[in-house]
Structures are given as C-alpha cells and as structure tokens.
C-alpha cells in the first residue's frame, strides 16, 4: 500500500469515526430524558415555593407520564414511584404532613436528576443513590407511623395499578428487584464465558 | 492479533485500556458506553469486586460501519489495575491490536505511572510486542479536572518526561469522569490501530 493509499485510509477512517461518534452527542435517549425532567423540575419547585392541591396533583400527574417512559430504568423508576407516593401522602394529609415529607420530595427528586443526567454514573453508585432514597423514605414512614400511633400498614407507601402497597409488598418488591438484578449478573457472567470461549475459537482457526 | 476474515470482508480489533489501578480506565469505557449505547446491539461487561473494583476485565464490543469495504469491529477491553492482578492483565492483553494508556495525573500516583507502563512493556514482550517499534499506542492524561479541586496534578512535561520521551505517542489530557477526551482518545486509538492493519487490508 502506498502512501497516498493510506492517507486516503486514514481519512476515510476518521470521517468514519467522527461520524459514529458525533451522531451520538446531539441524539439518543441521553439527550432526551433531561428534557423530560424539565417539567417535573419545575413542579418539584413550585411546591418547594407554595404547597397547593393543584401543585401536587399537577406534580402526580407528571410522574405518571413519566413512569412508563423510564419503564426500562428500574432505579430511576423506583424513584419516580416514591416520587409520586410522598406527593400523594402530602396531598391527603395537607398541613398534618410530616415535615421531613417535602424535604423527601426534593431530595428524591435530586437523585433522580442525578441518575438521569450522568451518564457516566458506575451501577453501583446508581444503586447506592436509590438505596439512601429507600432507607430515608422507610424512615419518614416510621416517623409517619410514630405521629399518627397507626399499625404500619395503615400508611400507603408505594403504588401499584390497583392501589396501595404496604411495607411488606413494597420489600418483597425490592427483594425482587435485587434478585433480578442478581440474575442478570449471573447471566453475564455465563455471556462472557461464552464470549471468551467464542474470542479463543475465532483466534485458533 | 486482529481477526481478519478476508471472504466475510470484516476485520475485529482488539483495543486495551491499560494503566494505573484507580486511574479510569473503566471510567473511560463507561463514558464511551454511554454515548453510544443506543446505537450498539452489545452491552458493556464488567465483573467487579465488592469495592467496585475491576476484577477481571470490562468488556464493549461494537460495529463500527464499513472502511474500504470491510466491517470493522472494535472491542475495547479494560484490564485491572492493581498490581496483584499482572496475571489478569497479561491474559487479557493477549491478541491486543492497540492500547489505551491511562495514566493518573495525580502527583502521588507519578511512581506508579511509570511502574505501570513498565509491566505494559514487560507483558506486550511476552507475546512478542515492542511497544516502541510502530506498536499503535494512545497516551491519556486523566484527571486533569482535579486540578479545580487544588488536588496537585503532575505537570504535563513531567509526565511527557516520565512516559512519553521514548513511545513519541499521542498524548490526551483528559477528565474521563466528565468526558473530556474520552471520545478523541477512542478515536485515536482506533484510527491508528487499523491504520497500523492496513497491510492486511488489501
């Protein structure tokens, strides 16, 4: 090959490469769920200003838009349903909400924008965001329990299509998660496996 | 070495990240993962610790498109950086077309810089690779971004000095945790590894 042959490779090479590597700053998902979070945002925001019954029903709303959206997020969605159970409880109980229930709408929130918008974000820190989300939405409802002397499953905590979950189904649900979670590991492990063997084959013949 | 199937006109490269332990290799490869994740039918593999760490290997496989009628296939790996894991590293490297080195800018990791592309050399001599005879090489420079942070970083001719003043290699300074160079460098060492193929091409 001579030179001007590989100069032409060379090029050909990096328009090549630009080309596959552009397209995916400007598109994609990536792109697309910040800007969907925009208006749950501003709502977020607006009940941080005046907690009013439209707000949260507005703030409710959106989340059901959301949540088919980011059905394929397990952890973004597990956030946007406890998003949306504290906003419920806030808006059924009004001014005799706990007052740790607004900070909990921000700070769920919060790391939702953080999982949504870095996409860079290593699983385990992804999990260990939702997972201080889950231990301080236990806590407000133990508090919760505590204020009202109600039995635990009096308060609704997470949703499901039919209604209400309590603490028992909202636990078995994550156990779930982890299990899934769990197996997808297993079935990676046995794909890599298959990989290496595949890697190997393809370099002997 | 590559895998060229000259009659299926389709060429796969192998692509290593290699460098300090804690230096963002798998950084790197999870920025680029994210990028292009909803263009790629493949998922990205890593096998971790319990500390986060990579065990064995990440592992991204992808489709590049068509260059002069071939398909070109890139798999980027990672290695584990820990010194403990040299065995690991020498396995994974084995086939390797080009590799990434990511180097920590951090001051207190200049030792460890250079002990890492040291044990690079050793393990590309293994399988008879002289990284400083036209093997496709790609320095970065991570972490530059912690300098914002008042974290002293090695100044650039220090670790051109230290890494760079024989391999003559292109050099990135990069924050792969923001994405800075991520890409440029992927894209680098890609075009040079099948510019360094392009014998077996024709």
Redesign the interface.
């Known amino acids: ?1 001579d030179n001007s ?2 100069e032409n ?2 090029n ?3 328009n ?6 552009s ?3 400007t598109s ?3 792109g697309a769920e910040p800007a969907s979070l925009e208006k749950l945002k501003s709502m977020v925001l607006s009940i941080d200003w005046e907690i009013t019954e439209s707000c949260l029903t507005d703030l409710i709303d959106e989340t059901d838009t959301l949540l088919p959206q980011y059905k394929n997020d397990r952890l973004s969605h597990t956030l946007l349903r406890m998003l949306k159970a504290v906003s419920r409880y806030i808006r059924r109980r009004q001014a005799q909400s706990h007052p740790d229930a607004i900070k909990r709408v921000m700070s769920v929130f919060a790391s939702l924008e953080k999982l949504t918008g870095s ?2 974000l ?3 820190t992804r999990k260990g965001i939702v997972a201080k989300e889950i231990a301080a939405f236990k806590k407000l409802k133990e508090q919760v329990e505590l204020q009202r002397g109600a039995p635990a499953r009096s308060i609704p905590m997470a949703e499901s299509e039919g209604g209400y979950v309590d603490r028992d189904k909202f636990e078995q649900a994550m156990s779930a998660v982890e299990a899934r979670l769990k197996s997808e590991v297993k079935d ?2 046995f ?2 496996e298959a ?1 290496q063997k595949e ?1 190997d084959e ?2 002997r013949a | 070495m590559a895998v060229i199937h000259i009659r299926k006109k389709e060429v796969q490269i192998k692509i290593v990240y290699v460098g300090p332990g804690r230096g963002g290799k798998t950084t790197n490869l999870e920025y680029i993962f994210g990028k292009i994740r909803h263009r790629i039918l493949s998922d990205m593999v890593s096998i971790k610790t319990h500390g986060d760490r990579t065990l064995f290997f990440d592992f991204l496989p992808f489709e590049l498109g068509q260059i002069h009628g071939y398909k070109i296939k890139t798999q980027l790996y990672t290695v584990p950086g820990q010194v403990k894991y040299n065995a690991t590293r020498k396995l994974v490297l084995k086939g390797v077309d080009g590799v990434v080195f990511v180097a920590d800018s951090m001051e207190v990791m200049r030792e460890k810089n250079i002990a890492a592309l040291k044990n690079l050399e050793e393990n590309l001599a293994f399988y008879n690779i002289d990284i400083y005879n036209s093997f496709p090489i790609v320095l970065q420079y991570n972490k530059r971004d912690l300098a914002e942070n008042g974290v002293p970083l090695l100044d650039i001719d220090t670790m051109n000095d230290d890494l760079n003043s024989e391999l003559k290699a292109p050099v990135f300074e990069a924050s792969a945790v923001k994405g800075d160079n991520v890409i440029t460098t992927a894209k680098k060492a890609i075009s040079n590894t099948i510019v360094s193929l392009q014998d077996q091409l024709v």
Not at chain 1, 16 to 21: A, E, N, V, W
């Open positions: 090959m042959s590989k490779l060379a050909d090479i990096e090549q490469l630009d080309d596959f590597f397209a995916d700053e994609g998902p990536a996409l860079h290593e699983e385990e990676l492990k794909q890599l990989l890697l393809m370099r």
